[in-house]
């Protein structure tokens, strides 16, 4: 199972998108495979990507909270879309059991190792937010410094 991280994640943009680009792909294989068959038996998922192989860090809570719904959304429009392809199946969403990995915290300053063992990740992915140095105000200062 492959794992991604976006350090600065804001609303969620680039993980979510991330993983509706990745679980098209996956519908695009399961539709090749199993499109139009009907399955008889115990409940079956072919659904290997989940947004627990997505974590995010981000300092403001506010944007935590849009990027966790932002990831149950897109996982809604995935299932939904896997749903169309295997017509006869109902993939249980609700209540919401997936964890969405978004730690509130200042990346510049929190271990990652907290947030995903590095042994565990294979992805690192996103667009920091910097601003130039005169722009910056004391904290964002203080945490350059400390990286340098």
Do not use: C
Not at 49 to 68: C, L, M, P, W, Y
Not at 112 to 122: G, Q, R, S, T, Y
């Amino acid at each position: 199972m492959r794992t991604a991280t976006d350090p600065a994640s804001g609303s969620g943009n680039f993980l979510s998108e991330t993983y509706v680009s990745i679980r098209r792909l996956e519908n695009e294989a399961i539709s090749a495979r199993f499109g139009g068959q009907m399955t008889i038996g115990d409940v079956w998922n072919p659904i290997q990507v989940s947004i627990r192989q997505f974590h995010g860090i981000e300092i403001n809570d506010f944007a935590v909270t849009v990027a966790k719904t932002a990831l149950w959304i897109a996982e809604s429009q995935m299932m939904q879309e896997t749903e169309n392809i295997l017509y006869d199946k109902h993939l249980e969403f609700l209540p919401l059991k997936t964890k969405a990995n978004i730690v509130e915290a200042n990346a510049l300053r929190i271990d990652w190792n907290e947030v995903i063992p590095a042994e565990k990740l294979d992805y690192i992915m996103g667009n920091p937010p910097f601003v130039g140095a005169r722009l910056m105000d004391a904290s964002q200062k203080e945490d350059v410094n400390n990286i340098y």
